[in-house]
């Protein structure tokens, strides 16, 4: 368990002690991990809105007329095909296919982009990054500058016009703008990107400005039925969207293609951990991520076993009970012969087997706009 004294704290703090938030640790943050409940969080995003402090994620700035050939080289996703203002998922690896972590990566406008990382790898990725640098390249880590909150679900779009004259209606989905928004001095970064599953936004701003916008959106929202969410919605809702989490589906021992995540692996173009990753498209894997629902009563957590006909097949890389769905889901890695939807397996719970059927992915299907 990480020490509280040594815990940073998102610009938002304060917010959350007012609403009675249960603080917890979390990559080396004190966060929120529910404020009502994560049932309640949970479905308001699904139905309404929710709001959420995503402050402890990274972020940097590379610019220079060397930036595109240096992260075409470093992440596996084509970054040339990028729009100014687009924004693609990625990975970060080793040389042996293995992930240094999951990645957003924005191109503002030719020879300059905004990359956003995980809260507990800023200093891991931005070094691998800094290993690697060539010439023509600036790297920058402008995390401290930064706050990020994002609003969630098939009303977020409602709630954030209420506080802006741009229309968002011209933002697509993994676009970006920047734009004004009441009472702040400054352009607000704003992209149609999420990790729910639903339609809506993700901010980035300077923190001073954190209280008073996250307060706004609260006020703007209530006729809406926003809520704050903590960590315990966002994990379930992910699950639900079977997002990965780095440390969970993603890891320095897991690859892209074993996470399902080949269509973030482009091979028209050269970067760190290609060899192994074409091998691996070419050959197949040792292990294959997996969705899978519970057809008994019970609730999986991450490393419980996965069994296939009385003997171990796999593990579950992460396990909740679904809101939405009212039964126990997950994800997991198995064994690729043992992958296919509708195959009956089970997951062994404190001793005791329980059924599970393997589902397609995602379990729950996107809903959003644009």
């Known amino acids: 368990m990480e020490s509280n004294e ?9 917010e959350h002690l007012k609403l009675n938030a249960k603080m917890v640790p979390f990559s080396g943050w004190e966060m929120p991990v529910q404020y009502s409940n ?11 809105a929710g709001l959420f402090d995503i402050s402890h994620m990274g972020e940097y700035l590379f610019t220079g007329p060397k930036a595109l050939d240096f992260l075409q080289k470093m992440v596996t996703n084509d970054i040339a095909k990028l729009e100014d203002k687009q924004a693609c998922y990625n990975c970060l690896c080793y040389e042996n296919g293995t ?8 191109k503002l406008k030719e020879n300059e982009y905004f990359i ?13 990054f800094l290993k690697h640098k060539i010439d023509g390249v600036n790297l920058k880590n402008i ?18 016009q209420k506080l802006t004259g741009f229309d968002l209606n011209k933002i697509k989905r993994f676009f970006s703008e920047k734009i004004r928004f ?20 993700e901010t980035f701003f300077s923190p001073k400005y954190a209280s008073f916008f996250w307060n706004k959106i609260l006020e703007a929202g209530k006729e809406f039925g926003i809520k ?22 993603l890891n320095e021992s897991i690859t892209p293609i074993e996470a399902g995540l080949s269509f973030v692996v482009k091979f028209n173009k050269d970067f760190i951990g290609k060899k192994i ?25 991450e490393h419980y076993p996965i069994f296939y006909n009385s003997y171990e097949a796999g593990f579950v890389s992460s396990g909740t009970f679904s809101p939405l769905f009212k039964k126990g889901i997950g994800m997991g890695f198995v064994k690729p012969e043992l992958s296919d939807t509708g195959n009956k397996i089970s997951i062994e719970i404190r001793g005791k087997d329980y059924k599970a059927v393997v589902v397609d992915r995602p379990i729950y299907k996107y809903r959003g706009g644009k």
């Open 6 to 14: 040594n815990l940073k704290r998102t610009p938002l703090y304060e």
């Open 38 to 48: 994560v049932i309640d969080e949970h479905m308001a995003t699904r139905e309404n």
């Open 99 to 106: 992930v240094v972590d999951d990645l957003f990566i924005y």
């Open 116 to 128: 956003v990382v995980n809260g507990g790898t800023i200093e891991k990725d931005f070094n691998w």
């Open 143 to 160: 995390s401290d500058d930064i706050a990020k909150i994002d609003i969630q679900g098939p009303k977020a779009q409602q709630v954030v």
């Open 182 to 201: 009441k009472g702040i001095d400054e352009e607000v970064m704003i992209s149609r990107t999420g990790y729910t599953g639903e339609d809506g936004f």
């Open 228 to 249: 704050p969410c903590g960590l315990g919605a966002r994990d379930t809702l992910r699950v639900e969207a079977c997002y990965s989490l780095y440390g969970h589906e």
């Open 277 to 301: 990753l074409q091998k691996q498209k070419e050959e197949g894997t040792e292990k294959k991520l997996i969705c899978f629902e519970m057809t008994e009563r019970a609730v999986p957590r």
